[in-house]
Structure formats: C-alpha cells, structure tokens
C-alpha cells in the first residue's frame, strides 16, 4: 500500500464513522422493509419528483425479470381506509449486458400537506407499506443537494458521502444529483453501483435527477443519447414535448424550481433545437410561476475557468453555458442558480446584462464521489475553498421570506452558508 493509498484508506474510515445513526437507522428499516418484500423481486424503489409534487408523485423500481399484473396501493397513512389502486407501466431495457424491467407508478390528485402510505401489490402478494409526504402549500421546506456523485473504481466514497449528507440534514423532504450521478451513462456497472451506494431511499423522501455531461457518454467515451437515464427516472414532461425529461420544473414550497440541461455540445446531434427550444420554455415557465423564489439546477457551471469552451474556444470567462443563460437569468428574476461539474465550490454574484442591477447567486458545489479537479481561481469568485476539494454536499432551507444555503463536508466542515432574503 503506497502512501496515497494509505491516507485514502485512513481518510475513508474517518468518514465512515461519522455516518450518521439516524441514516443507519433508516437504512436499517429499509432493508427490514426489504426482507418483509423479499416475495416481490422489486429493488431500487424510489420516488420521483414530479411538476407538482404537493399534489403527485411518480414511483418507480426495477427487476430483473418481468413482473406482470403490478399495481400500487396508497391510502392516507394511519388510516383502515381501503387503499386506492394505480395501474402500473412497464419498460424493458437493455444495455451494456444489463436487461432490465422498469417499472412506473404515477399517482396524481393527492392532497398537500398529507402523509400517505404505499405498497407495491404483484400477483397476489403486497409489499410492506412505505411513507409519501406531500407538502403543504408555501411552507418551508429542506433539501439536500448532491452533484458529480460519479465515481472511478468504486463508489465507496459516495456511498459515505451520502451517509453524512443526511446525517447533517435529516429533516431533508427531498434530494437532486445535479449531474454526473455515475461516469458512465451506458455502463451498467457504474449505474449499479450508483444505485447500491443510494440503498433504499430514505423512506418518504423524493429524487431529483438533473442530467449530466457523463450521462451522455458511451461506452466507447462518444456521445450518446442519455437512454438509461431517461428510462430509470420518468421525469415531468412539462418541458417541451419533443424534449421530454431533459428540462422541467416544479414547485415546492415557496420555491419554484427549474431544471436545464446543459449538454448543448452533447445532444447536439440528437437534439439540434435543445437550446433554442430551452430558453423558449423557459420564458414562458417563469413567468407563469408565482411562487416568490426562482431557483435553477443544472450542470455545468456559468463560469468556464480552465475549460476550453466548444462555441467560444477560450477559457477564463463566461462558459458557452454562462453565455446562453445568464441573460435570460436576469431578464427572468432567477434568485439562485445552482450548478456542479467542476468539482469544486465557488460562489459569484453575476450580472451578465451592463442594463440589470440585479443577478442571481451562482453556487457551484461538489464533488460527492471520489474524482477531484484542480481549477484556477477567478476574479469574479466571492467564495472558494481549499483544492482538492473535500466530497462535499448543499443544504437548502427556504421559506417564503428566506433561503440559506450551506455547503458543508462529509467530514462536517462547513464550506459555505449564504442567505438571501426577500
Ligand atoms: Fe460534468
């Protein structure tokens, strides 16, 4: 063991011991949660955000051989109600040595505000029922907001960094991945082994995927269109229809989030409109958005520092991504734009338009697997950290008046906290 290998080994065990007894106790229900299901060959059960989670929710999971006749029971939790039943959509899937059958619940007219139970019902067996929270109307919420989770050969690290995310939230109602949740978009080994460091989901809590410049890559390191992705998570399709689960937003709380994709270079040549098509919906979605906050996810950053940009081919100023939307971000009254892909953190205060007196707070975090980056500082930075940066995570707290915003490491320094009020 070198030396390098021995500080790692050191470092990973540190980071090990601060899991938290709260995640492992949840963890510890989910697998009980398992066994007591081990009669339904379901695994990755996750729930997915939808446009208006306070009132729907889109529950998934996969299986290696086809389950048919499934349905999804829910009901208010706590009560003797007879459940109601929600047919079941089924996908097969097939990549890289991988067959998989993916499995789509969608279950709408819920109520805000209410705690509901569900089970998964195949053939004539039921599942253990598990926790649905809907949240109510305007109130404040946390969330917790991870990005580059990618990992090399092995997803140990993530698997820790995610057990310290929710040891330092654990009242988190939801989570994203801003991008680059594995290396690879078409290795099955590498969603695998994402998919296992998550372990079952923490019960009642919802994911965010925001795709990734990794998610569309091929196995020969070529661009590719993102199939795996788009198949494991059924996204909102209030983007626009041709573009289905490459943008959307959604509301929670107070806050309206959208969510963009950045791979103009990527999908370029399978989605040739993306960007025209993009900024398009955006105008029109944020200005029918009442909500008091208007926050951004996606992946790359608006700055490029030391990557060569494809448009402009210079480095050191606005990134082809920052020369698309920071504009628009300030015609639009975006309070904060959250992004990854340089593993590292940095917080700017932009204004892209000489005419607006006002901007976003741009974040940049990450990374939560194990690839780290050196990247120059910029004079524009109000905020950066010490390189290689830590594995690291955002806590969001908002509510109507106020957001704060917390970068903090698996090893539970505090990076960052910035808060903007209203
Ligand atoms: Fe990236």
Redesign the pocket.
């Given at each position: 063991m070198n030396r390098r290998e021995f500080l790692e080994l050191i470092r990973n065990t540190a980071l090990f011991s601060l899991i938290s007894p709260l995640f492992l106790r949840r963890q510890a229900e989910a697998s009980r949660s398992e066994a007591a299901e081990a009669d339904i060959p379901a695994r990755f059960l996750r729930q997915i955000v939808t446009h208006d989670p306070a009132r729907s929710r889109t529950i998934m999971w996969e299986s290696d051989t086809e389950l048919t006749n499934c349905r999804v029971e829910y009901r208010m939790r706590g009560t003797a109600r007879v459940p109601l039943t929600v047919d079941v959509s089924y996908t097969y899937f097939e990549e890289d040595g991988d067959a998989l059958f993916l499995y789509t619940a969608h279950l709408a007219g819920l109520t805000p505000g209410t705690a509901y139970e569900y089970r998964l019902h195949w053939q004539n067996l039921r599942g253990p029922w598990h926790t649905l929270l809907t949240p109510t109307e305007n109130a404040p919420f946390s969330a917790l907001l991870l990005t580059?989770t990618q990992c090399g050969t092995s997803y140990d690290l993530f698997r820790q960094s995610w057990g310290a995310a929710w040891n330092a939230a654990p009242a988190a109602e939801w989570f994203a991945v801003l991008?680059?949740l594995t290396d690879n978009g078409q290795s099955s080994w590498h969603w695998r082994e994402f998919q296992r460091a998550l372990g079952n989901l923490p019960d009642g809590v919802m994911m965010t995927p925001v795709m990734?410049?990794?998610e569309c890559y091929s196995l020969e390191w070529q661009f590719c269109d993102p199939r795996r992705y788009l198949t494991l998570y059924s996204l909102p399709s209030n983007g626009t229809s041709s573009h289905t689960g490459l943008y959307y937003s959604f509301d929670y709380g107070p806050v309206h989030f959208i969510v963009l994709n950045t791979q103009e270079e990527e999908l370029g040549a399978f989605y040739p409109d993306l960007t025209e098509k993009q900024l398009a919906w955006l105008r029109r979605d944020v200005i029918q958005s009442k909500k008091p906050w208007r926050i951004v996810l996606m992946?790359?950053d608006v700055l490029a520092y030391d990557e060569i940009q494809p448009k402009t081919q210079t480095s050191g100023d606005f990134s082809d991504t920052g020369n698309t939307f920071c504009p628009v971000f300030d015609e639009l009254g975006i309070d904060l734009v959250l992004t990854?892909?340089m593993h590292t953190y940095r917080r700017r205060h932009l204004f892209r338009q000489k005419s607006s007196d006002h901007g976003p707070v741009y974040v940049m975090s990450g990374p939560a697997g194990n690839e780290t980056f050196i990247v120059p500082d910029d004079p524009r930075d109000l905020k950066a950290c010490s390189q290689p940066t830590p594995p690291n995570f955002l806590i969001l707290q908002a509510d109507a008046e106020n957001l704060t915003l917390t970068c903090q490491t698996a090893d539970r320094d505090v990076l960052d906290t910035v808060s903007l009020r209203k």
């Open positions: 580059d991008g680059d990734g410049n990794h992946h790359k990854g892909h």
